[in-house]
């Protein structure tokens, strides 16, 4: 993805506010340049593509230059990288930008239209890429790497960039952001359907351009959303067959619904594509991901998730950090790991999380409005401190009674579509493309469409995504899923929709002899004793507790204490060894992000 940074000046523009946005731009570049990948090109590109607007861009390596302007339209991308195509389709229509044919793919856009000055910048849903932005005294600031508005607010310094507090509280509750607010104080970010609008001096909050909806009618058959599902993911895979280009791409594939829709989209097309599974030989992953890589006739690698630079937890961590461009991962406990794991610039990976036509959030289709809320509130951390968490569950309790859905169910796709299938995802995406070129086909807008026409029962049941999977790679449906049945299938086959190879992927997999020194996958890596110990060890030292600790129960404080004491996990009551590691890893990532030594060094 393109890392861009539109600076739009609000006040009388004359020749030298021109000039002395170009040399702040200049300095933001200065102190971005530690935090740009090995897969950018060294030197950005610094363009004024109107009177009042000048933009900094950082191109991907062997990606087109930066658009010159189309007739009174200029516009930068992250994701799909097609500003050209963005620039003539995306029109004013009657006081509203619209989308005169939609520009599908995953991406978010800034579309300057020069002689008017106005300026919009939004972001496809789910937004793996999306819109950040913040203002000073003399100019609007939009990127969609929050570090760089950071950078810009604080000249170009980054000794004086400001970590949020309130975006503290948020990661230690959720992982990820839920109110808009980022990682840097003063730096928001856009949520899904909404466009930030910058005209005259003014900022305004405008709905998104319209036009990216599917034909996919509300009263379709179910054929008929699984041809339109299926279409659509031919149609993303083929976007992203053109931008990947001649890039090796590696395809990380487990045993999910997901992994065999990759391999069924992208198998055949004359690509240099490899399958990748982390595990062991016994692990149930690496077992159906070699299968699957095996029937489609991709190179399968097993493989353990390399270890990020560092000699010990925290300058892991910390490397972490400064890759993310200081967005912390949802999953903490990922975050002592390399991330893209290439083998140099110039190469590809491929992913397939939180798709939303499953369902999203929606575990089943039982929900009552009560248990629909507890559904999200329990996604809260129970470590964090009862009065901090008390504003984040009625924060919450107002997003879900202001939802305009049909019932909880939906409600549950909307949150989401809104919070957990972008905004968990934007650390983990701000990662992988330092190093590589990050394609989401299943996070494509044009997917996204289908699956808001879906009905709830299509997604939760799964009866969606079988038939897509039936329609793109039938002999998918052949191999067994990862440990359980397609949910549809749950009471036995479906005369009308399980096809041809309901016996065989109910087969079960052929048994392993057990090998010596073999090693449960929870007690590995980040889920082992010693790991949880070292944590809270270093968690009680650290310079920088005395700020998390007013945020964290008081149970939780003597659990990490007691731990960090007696070299062995004290739980708090009720608590798992799983939920209390995992916790420990957010909780020690929130205290080295905020103590800020990887932005400083």
């Known amino acids: ?45 610094l363009v004024h593509p109107s009177a009042s607007t000048s933009a900094l861009v950082f191109a991907r390596r062997g990606t087109e230059p930066v658009l010159p302007a189309r007739g009174d339209r200029w516009a930068v991308m992250a994701g799909a990288e097609d500003a050209a195509d963005l620039a003539d389709a995306v029109r004013l229509r009657a006081g509203r930008l619209v989308y005169e044919r939609p520009v ?125 599902l299926a279409d659509a993911m031919r149609a ?15 395809l990380r594939v487990s045993g999910g619904a997901d992994s065999r829709l990759l391999i069924g989209l992208m198998r055949g097309r004359g690509m240099s594509i490899s399958t990748l599974t982390y595990g062991q030989d016994h692990d149930l992953d690496v077992r159906l991901g070699r299968i699957l890589s095996e029937s489609a006739g991709l190179p399968f690698r097993m493989s353990t998730p390399p ?132 394609a989401y086909p299943l996070g494509d807008a044009e997917v996204t469409a289908v699956a808001d026409v ?3 029962a299509e997604k939760v049941s799964y009866r969606a995504a079988f038939g897509a999977l039936a329609r793109v790679w039938p002999e998918g449906t052949a191999i067994p899923l990862d440990g359980k049945p397609w949910k549809f299938e749950l009471a036995g086959p479906d005369p009308s929709w399980s096809g041809d190879h309901y016996e065989d992927r109910m087969r079960p997999l052929p048994p392993l002899e057990p090998r010596a020194g073999h090693v449960p996958a929870a007690e590995r890596g980040e889920h082992s004793g010693a790991a949880a110990a070292e944590l809270a060890s270093d968690i009680v030292r650290s310079e920088g507790f005395g700020a998390l600790a007013p945020l964290l129960a008081e149970e939780w404080l003597r659990a990490i204490g007691a731990t960090a004491e007696s070299g062995s996990a004290a739980l708090p009551a009720g608590v798992s060894m799983r939920e209390f590691r995992k916790t420990l890893w957010r909780i020690r990532t929130a205290d080295l992000w905020f103590g800020a030594s990887w932005l400083r060094g």
């Open 1 to 45: 993805m393109t890392d861009f940074l539109v600076a739009v000046r609000t006040s009388r523009v004359e020749e030298q506010d021109r000039a002395a946005t170009g040399r702040l731009l200049e300095s933001v570049a200065r102190g971005y340049a530690s935090f740009v990948g090995m897969d950018y090109e060294p030197e950005p590109a």
């Open 104 to 228: 599908w793919g995953h991406y978010a856009a800034v579309l300057v239209e020069r002689w008017t000055g106005r300026v919009t910048a939004w972001n496809t849903v789910p937004a793996f890429e999306a819109v950040h932005w913040g203002q000073d005294g003399r100019q609007v600031y939009l990127s969609n790497r929050p570090l760089l508005v950071a950078l810009a607010l604080a000249g170009g310094r980054r000794d004086a960039v400001a970590l949020s507090p309130a975006y503290l509280a948020e990661y230690l509750s959720f992982g990820y952001s839920m109110t808009g607010q980022s990682p840097f104080e003063n730096v928001r970010v856009l949520p899904v359907d909404r466009a930030v609008q910058v005209h005259d001096g003014r900022v305004t909050d405008v709905d998104a351009p319209a036009g990216l909806t599917h034909p996919l009618s509300a009263d379709h058959t179910p054929e008929e959303g699984a041809d339109a």
């Open 236 to 250: 993303s895979a083929d976007r992203v067959e053109r931008r990947v280009g001649d890039r090796p791409l590696q």
């Open 307 to 438: 270890l990020a630079p560092g000699d010990d937890v925290t300058e892991q961590l910390s490397a972490t950090l400064r890759r993310s461009r200081g967005v912390p991962p949802s999953e903490a406990h990922t975050g002592r790991y390399l991330g893209a794991d290439v083998g140099g610039p110039g190469e590809a990976v491929m992913l397939g999380n939180w798709p939303l036509f499953k369902g999203g959030a929606a575990k089943s289709l039982r929900y009552t409005q009560e248990s629909a809320q507890e559904a999200m509130l329990s996604s809260a951390s129970g470590a964090v401190r009862p009065g901090v968490r008390a504003g984040h569950d009625a924060w919450l309790r107002d997003w879900f009674r202001t939802q305009p859905a049909n019932n909880p169910v939906e409600s549950m796709y909307l949150f989401a579509r809104q919070f957990r299938s972008g905004r968990w995802m934007q650390g983990h995406i701000s990662l992988y493309s330092a190093d590589a070129m990050v």
């Open 454 to 456: 879906l009905a709830m």
